[in-house]
């Protein structure tokens, strides 16, 4: 069983930085794929940036490309995601998930954090 926590979120201003993490307790971290996600007001969850076990391979949604960055570091079991030049379309909560499988595929994650709000204001 892997339990993951998000944390970083908050409000900042349009064209501005966070930087989320999520931390996994467990000694398997590094065998999952990871994931981040997110959910905006009526709407439904979504794709945002996905990691390989080893951190060698990444994807993102089209709409993050360019100005998100995942990263991962197994030794400190967390996973990371650099989010620039952030936009007021952004504003969502933003959720980690682990998974056995690389995939943008929600369907492919077993394990998922309890989300953390990151608001961005115009």
């Known amino acids: 069983q892997v339990q993951l926590v998000e944390s970083g979120g908050g409000l900042v201003q349009a064209g501005g930085s966070l930087r989320l993490s999520c931390a996994a307790s467990g000694p398997t971290f590094s065998s999952y794929a990871m994931g981040w996600f997110r959910q905006a007001p009526g709407k439904e969850r979504e794709f945002v940036a996905i990691i390989s076990r080893t951190g060698a391979s990444t994807y993102y949604a089209d709409s993050v490309k360019g100005r998100f960055t995942i990263s991962r570091d197994n030794a400190k079991n967390t996973v990371y995601l650099q989010m620039n030049s952030l936009k007021p379309e952004d504003t969502a909560v933003y959720y980690c998930?682990?998974?056995?499988?690389?995939?943008?595929?929600?369907?492919?994650?077993?394990?998922w954090g309890q989300g953390t709000q990151v608001t961005v204001a115009s």
């Open positions: 998930a682990g998974g056995q499988i690389f995939s943008p595929l929600q369907a492919n994650y077993h394990y």
